[in-house]
C-alpha cells in the first residue's frame, strides 16, 4: 500500500530559490538607510529611553530590591542546584 502524495515532493514558494525581489519577505520589502552597529544601537537607546519616559536613569532590577539575606540564600540555592545537577550527571555515568 503506498501513497500517492509520497511519490513527487512538493515545493513551497517560499523555499524557492529564484525568487523575485517584489516576492521576499515584509522585511525585505522595507526600505532601510545603511547604518553602522553603533548607530543602531544609538537609535535604539534613543527609542527605549523615549518609551520610558526617562532619559539616562535606570530603574533597579528584581535583585536589586531584594533584602540582603533574601540575596544570600537565592545565591546559595542557585549553588546547591548546580551541584546537584553534576552530582546527578556523575551518577548517571557512573551507573
Same mark, same amino acid.
Given at each position: 500500500? #503506498?501513497?500517492?502524495? +509520497?511519490? #513527487?515532493?512538493? =515545493?513551497?514558494?517560499?523555499?524557492? =530559490?529564484?525568487?523575485?525581489?517584489?516576492? %521576499? #519577505?515584509?522585511?525585505?520589502?522595507? =526600505? *532601510?538607510?545603511? *547604518?553602522? +552597529?553603533?548607530?543602531?544601537?544609538?537609535?535604539?537607546?534613543? %527609542?527605549?529611553?523615549?518609551?520610558?519616559?526617562?532619559?539616562?536613569?535606570?530603574?533597579?532590577?528584581?535583585?536589586?530590591? !531584594?533584602?540582603?539575606?533574601? =540575596? !544570600?540564600?537565592?545565591?546559595? %540555592? #542557585? !549553588?546547591?542546584?548546580?551541584?546537584?545537577?553534576?552530582?546527578?550527571?556523575?551518577? !548517571?555515568?557512573?551507573?
Amino acid at each position: 500500500m #503506498t501513497a500517492s502524495n +509520497g511519490d #513527487t515532493p512538493q =515545493k513551497h514558494p517560499s523555499h524557492d =530559490k529564484d525568487r523575485r525581489p517584489d516576492q %521576499g #519577505t515584509v522585511l525585505d520589502r522595507i =526600505k *532601510m538607510p545603511p *547604518m553602522s +552597529g553603533e548607530e543602531a544601537l544609538r537609535r535604539f537607546n534613543e %527609542g527605549q529611553s523615549s518609551a520610558n519616559g526617562a532619559g539616562n536613569a535606570t530603574q533597579p532590577g528584581e535583585l536589586e530590591n !531584594l533584602h540582603p539575606i533574601i =540575596k !544570600l540564600m537565592a545565591l546559595g %540555592g #542557585t !549553588l546547591v542546584l548546580i551541584v546537584a545537577v553534576l552530582l546527578g550527571v556523575l551518577y !548517571l555515568f557512573a551507573a
